[in-house]
């Protein structure tokens, strides 16, 4: 009979395989963004809502924001701004960078940032994270630094990887600010913020001497005499 007929027919076939996702697929990105600027926040929710590959299920103002929002549910990517100053608990910068590697190895780290300086690029680099994008660069860079991830690549921002040469009318300013080393740079970030050597020791985990020394130092590369010089130096060169 027909019924017969048809479990013949459904027996005779090969096993019905579940389709295949489509090749290649990219992974969507359950993503985290950290930044103490609400305007900024703002535009970077609009722009990655507009890419289906992406969900942003958290956005968050301080670094403290952050770790607890990554201990209660772990992303895929955090992207998170080098500067964020204020913050007791887990300070900003390469040390907020180094936390979160260290704690949250599996979440894929991309860090947003005015500084151009080489050498912090690179320690950034170094420490582990997956993705540096400037803030004076076009917003659209963060969309190609997070589709890059997804096909598991490093992305690093234009013009990172040429000789080096920087703009004429800031070379000889950039070639003594790259010259810092990035534990130097940390140390003259905080103290132009106006926080003693005791705070910036505090903020940094050193001790009062060596951040002191780690100033003396920088103060000689950027041939500078006086705290006021290296403050009008610091801000000149941004």
Same mark, same amino acid.
């Given at each position: 009979? #027909? ?21 290649? !697929? ?21 722009? &990655? @809502?507009?890419?289906?590959? *992406?969900?942003?299920?958290?956005? &968050? ?10 201990? !209660?549910?772990?992303?895929? #990517? ?7 100053? %204020?913050?007791?608990?887990? %300070? ?7 936390? =979160?590697?260290? @704690?949250?190895?599996?979440? !894929? ?14 320690? =950034? ?6 993705? #540096?994008? *400037?803030?004076?660069?076009? =917003? ?6 997070? @589709?890059?991830?997804? &096909? ?7 013009? *990172? ?10 070379? *000889? ?6 010259? +810092? ?7 003259? !970030? ?13 903020? +940094? ?5 060596? #951040? ?9 590369? +950027? ?6 010089? =290296? ?8």
């Amino acid at each position: 009979n #027909v019924l017969v007929q048809s479990r013949i027919l459904v027996q005779n076939e090969p096993y019905a395989q579940p389709a295949p996702l489509t090749a290649p !697929r990219m992974q969507r990105l359950r993503i985290v963004i950290a930044d103490d600027h609400p305007l900024v926040l703002m535009a970077m929710t609009d722009l &990655l @809502h507009k890419d289906l590959s *992406f969900d942003v299920v958290a956005t &968050l103002g301080s670094p403290t924001a952050l770790v607890e929002q990554l201990a !209660r549910d772990p992303a895929h #990517v955090v992207i998170t701004d080098y500067s964020m100053p %204020g913050d007791e608990v887990y %300070g900003d910068g390469i040390r907020l960078i180094k936390y =979160l590697l260290r @704690h949250y190895p599996d979440t !894929r780290v991309v860090v947003l940032t005015m500084v151009s300086n080489p050498m912090i690029i690179s320690a =950034l680099y170094d420490a582990g994270v997956d993705a #540096v994008v *400037f803030k004076h660069d076009n =917003l659209g860079e963060i969309v190609t630094a997070l @589709h890059a991830l997804q &096909l598991g690549r490093k992305y690093y921002p234009p013009g *990172f990887q040429r000789d080096g040469t920087l703009a004429a009318r800031s070379k *000889f300013i950039g070639e003594r600010v790259n010259s +810092l080393s990035p534990k130097e740079f940390e140390v003259l !970030r905080h103290f132009i913020r106006g926080e003693s050597m005791m705070q910036v020791a505090d903020s +940094l985990k050193r001790s009062v001497k060596t #951040v002191s020394g780690q100033k003396i130092s920088a103060m000689r590369k +950027l041939n500078v005499q006086t705290d006021q010089e =290296l403050v009008t130096f610091c801000v000149e060169s941004g």
